[in-house]
Nanobody, 127 residues
Framework: QVQLGESGGGSVQAGDSLRLSCAAS????????VAWWRRQPGKEQDFVAV?????????DYDDSVKGRFTISRDNANNAVYLQMNNLKPEDTAVYVC???????????????????WGSGTRVTVSS
């Protein structure tokens, strides 16, 4: 059973940067598609970014974070990162890491594809 854990959240000012980490135990992230989602106050959980496993599609981002956020893998440390630059108050949310076992390209913004979920790390951006 894969267990995911997030870290790196915090309270920052608008324009600052943070790097979130997703670490796994019980499995190897390089064999899984890994995504970041976020739960904003009063809203549904939304897709942020995905890095598919090899052969299962391309890295993708929600339009709201394109050009500011970067998702990447660190296979040596069995981790996936979300580098967040130029943070805005509307980025305030609990950020959750999720992993999927799919082996072909799918609509990664659909929750149903993800088998494993972390509990999240909170990011607060003040203006």
């Amino acid at each position: 059973q894969v267990q995911l854990g997030e870290s790196g959240g915090g309270s920052v000012q608008a324009g600052d940067s943070l790097r979130l980490s997703c670490a796994a135990s019980g499995g190897t992230l390089s064999t899984l598609g890994v995504a970041w989602w976020r739960r904003q106050p009063g809203k549904e959980q939304d897709f942020v970014a995905v890095v598919p496993r090899n052969g299962a599609g391309a890295i993708d981002y929600d339009d709201s974070v394109k050009g500011r956020f970067t998702i990447s893998r660190d296979n040596a440390n069995n981790a996936v990162y979300l580098q967040m630059n130029n943070l805005k108050p509307e980025d305030t949310a609990v950020y959750v890491c999720a992993a999927t076992t799919v082996t072909e390209s799918v609509n990664y913004s659909a929750r149903g594809w993800y088998r494993y979920w972390g509990s999240g790390t909170r990011v607060t951006v003040s203006s």
